[in-house]
């Protein structure tokens, strides 16, 4: 590794600092593939508040003056986003009709999926307004069909798949953690622990990421 691909921390701890790389990182890149769209009066959907999606959540709240509409399964994460100035409602198989009766029948003009379920891709399409933009950055396998002049999907929607960053986005973030403006919600395990760590997160039980220490 070059040193150009090194950042200096300051005065963050490393520990609670490790996620940004990836889970504040690839939020931060799909935001900003879409930041010109995020004006004041426009309305962003968040699907997902585990590990990328709170840190989404918390970008698009320090970096942007949109309404931001996060939807999730679980009720403390839902709290999670309420807490911090969103407008949380449940994911379920009535989320792309509530989000249009809070937009006026109009829809989203964003939706990150953080997921990539099949409900939530159905969702990110059924709630986006023409000539919105989706970006999917969950890799849960969900697609939708896409039917030239007969299809779910509004006219003129810009779909793209976001993953990764740049270097520079990796600054922003860091800067971002360390002026305060978002926070990763770590949970710590010792090395040794590691198999109880990968069982904690495949049934659910992380909120934000979970770090191995030596």
Known sequence: MTARHLHPLGDLDPVDAAPLADAALTPMHAINTVRDRLTGDATVVVLGLGGLGHL??????????????????????????????????????????????????????????????????????????????IRFVGLGGGAFDYVAGNSRLPWGVNVERAYGGTSSEIRQVIDLARRGRIKVEVKRYPLDDAVTAFDDLHHGRIQGRAVLVP
């Open 56 to 133: 989404g959540l918390q970008i698009l709240l320090a970096t942007t003056g949109s309404r931001v509409i996060a939807l999730d399964t679980d009720a403390e994460k839902l709290a999670y986003a309420e807490k911090h100035g969103a407008t949380a409602i449940p994911s379920d198989t009535e989320a792309a009709q509530k989000v249009l009766d809070l937009t006026n029948g109009v829809g989203a003009d964003v939706v990150i999926d953080f997921v990539g379920v099949q409900p939530t891709v159905s969702t990110a399409v059924g709630a986006i307004r023409g000539g919105g933009a």
